[in-house]
């Protein structure tokens, strides 16, 4: 059998692939937290806790209304995102102009609010959530097997970050929304209504949120702790990419779930630590993180 560093390849590039997988729910999370934190300057606490609400509602799609996987895919990002607009428009639109503390403090204890309740409902042992039948399967390359679901996952989380990215970054309508989070009066003074752009991006990142726990749902348990399993993590990839930087977040995402992995081959012990160690180092060397802006 082929090794590499005395490491069987298989075993390598399994890691590698769990790392990618890892890496794409960090990217597609911390994108949401950049757009969120970037563009109206609240720090949401909650996004775990809407992550895990994207599983729960496809798993509830399926079993109370037989709708599948693909188009779960769609809908439940709509309803976590129409749940994120309410609660904009309720609570989180009042604490614009006020210490970020505020937005992680209210967000913090939404975050325990709707995990208690699926707590509740559901209990904590999980409940699983079939692969659907067209990503069942794998591919058996030279080196690895790999699952077609997972091999979905990574494609469908880099489409996503990459289109979310060129929209905000490319078009007209990111600019408008950059300006109106820059300077929101003189932008509304070309008639553009603010406050409605604010609350779409609002929506718009916790929908992503909602669509990476559609993804997670076939491969790890649906239950109510799997967003506070995460967010933790994903609040140290947004600081490692540099607040508010969205590209920073889904380049550093996709690239600590590979350091991770690789952590898990050579040194097992690590591979819990090691984003947090990477993060203690960046923010010695550039407090505002690799992509970040100093101000």
């Known amino acids: 059998m082929t090794t590499i560093f005395g490491v069987p390849m298989q075993a390598l590039f399994g890691q590698l692939l769990l790392g990618l997988i890892n890496g794409s729910f960090y990217a597609i999370l911390s994108l949401g937290l950049a757009i969120i934190f970037g563009l109206l300057n609240i720090i949401n606490f909650a996004h775990g806790a809407l992550y895990m609400m994207g599983a729960f509602v496809a798993w509830m799609l ?10 779960a895919l ?49 209990g904590v ?23 077609n679901y997972r091999a979905w996952v990574v494609v469908a989380s880099l489409a996503v970050c990459l289109a979310t990215w060129l929209v905000i970054e490319k078009t007209k309508l990111g600019s408008y929304l950059r300006a109106a989070t820059e300077n929101p009066t003189l932008v509304q003074a070309f008639g553009v209504n603010v406050p409605l752009f604010l609350t779409l991006t609002y929506g718009f990142g916790v929908a992503l949120a909602g669509f990476a726990g559609v993804l997670a749902a076939p491969i790890y348990s649906v239950n109510p702790n799997m967003g506070a399993d995460i967010i933790i993590v994903v609040f140290a990839v947004v600081v490692i990419g540099g607040m508010g930087s969205i590209l920073g977040s889904v380049i550093t995402g996709f690239g ?40």
């Open 125 to 147: 042992s999980g409940l699983p959530y079939a692969i659907p039948p067209e990503l069942s399967g794998g591919q058996r390359l030279p080196f690895m097997f790999l699952p």
């Open 62 to 71: 399926l079993n109370y209304l037989g709708v599948n996987y693909w188009w």
């Open 256 to 295: 600590l779930g590979l350091i991770e992995g690789l952590t898990k081959v050579f040194y097992p012990e690590a591979s819990a630590t090691v984003i947090f160690v990477i993060m203690v180092l960046v923010l010695l060397v550039k407090p505002a993180g690799l992509f970040g802006r100093t101000a």
């Open 74 to 122: 769609g809908l439940a990002p709509l309803i976590v995102g129409a749940f994120g607009i309410v609660l904009e428009r309720v609570l989180i639109a009042r604490l614009y102009k006020l210490d970020h503390l505020y937005g992680l403090l209210l967000t913090f204890g939404m975050a325990l609010i709707i995990q208690g309740l699926f707590r509740n409902s559901y």
